[in-house]
């Protein structure tokens, strides 16, 4: 069985993603892959130039890596993988689940409602579209079940 791979970030709905993933980790007995996407640098006069792209693309990897470390001590997924991408959420969460080949993918929704999202674009949606393998959405504030 490949990993499941948990799309996070400071969300109510990431965090209940992570809670499932977790109980869904320990009945299954699969490994954890906790994904975060940093959106790409872009600073007006600073990520123009090559070494100034870098050193906010460093920034990024290491923001979103506290940030993973953080939240798998925080859930109990101190063995979880962690990756820290950069790029369009839906388009990364996607390609890690192939990189890993990832038995699924867990994420969580904004809940913002059909008719917002339609007009705003929903990244679950879009993962859910596009994944190589199942995906589960996670609503805010959805607890787990024994």
């Known amino acids: 069985m490949g990993p499941i791979l948990c799309a996070a970030d400071d969300t109510e709905g990431a965090r209940a993603a992570i809670r499932v993933t977790r109980e869904l980790a320990e009945k299954l007995g699969a490994r954890v892959v906790l994904v975060n996407v940093e959106p790409s640098p872009s600073v007006p006069g600073v990520s123009s130039a090559l070494a100034g792209h870098a050193r906010l693309r460093t920034e990024e990897i290491d923001d979103g890596q506290k940030l993973l470390s953080w939240l798998a001590a925080e859930e109990g997924l101190e063995d979880a993988e962690l990756r820290v ?18 038995s699924m993918v867990v994420i969580g929704s904004r809940g913002r409602g059909d008719l917002t999202s ?21 609503p805010p504030g959805a607890s787990t079940r024994a």
């Open 85 to 102: 991408v950069i790029g369009s959420a839906a388009d990364r969460i996607v390609g890690v689940a192939r990189e890993t080949e990832a």
């Open 118 to 138: 339609a007009v705003l674009g929903s990244v679950s949606a879009r993962v859910a579209s596009t994944a190589p393998c199942p995906v589960v959405v996670v």
